[in-house]
Nanobody, 125 residues
Framework: QVQLVESGGGLVQAGGSLRLSCAAS??????????MGWFRQAPGKDREFVAS????????YYADSVKGRFTISRDNAKNTVYLQMNSLQPEDTAVYYC????????????????WGQGTQVTVSS
């Protein structure tokens, strides 16, 4: 069981940066044994994969739309995963969700068992 709380969202101008954080409270299974991912959902659209990181943080995958602009990282000592977002564009506007999976590795939405409440990111043009 793990509880996730996102923070760091807000309003930013196009070209700006934000850093999202996701603090985890894990019981029964340590945080370092969860694959962590970030997803986002824009109004009227389905939730989509943004980035994910392996248990150790060595391996990461990104959606093509954010590759080269976003960086996912994790600090297992702090039970926290981050999403550094640079060169933000209006199309990045969405609610961003942190998620945890007990799979060996996955980028698939329905393989993440635990979800945070989301944090709003709004990018103005």
């Amino acid at each position: 069981q793990v509880q996730l709380v996102e923070s760091g969202g807000g309003l930013v101008q196009a070209g700006g940066s934000l850093r999202l954080s996701c603090a985890a409270s894990a019981s029964g299974r340590t945080f370092s044994r969860y694959v962590m991912g970030w997803f986002r959902q824009a109004p009227g659209k389905d939730r989509e994969f943004v980035a994910s990181t392996s248990w150790s943080g060595v391996t990461a995958y990104y959606a093509d739309s954010v590759k080269g602009r976003f960086t996912i990282s994790r600090d297992n000592a702090k039970n926290t995963v981050y999403l550094q977002m640079n060169s933000l564009q209006p199309e990045d506007t969405a609610v961003y969700y942190c998620a945890a999976s007990t799979k060996i590795y996955t980028t698939t939405f329905d393989e993440y068992e635990y979800w945070g409440q989301g944090t709003q990111v709004t990018v103005s043009s």
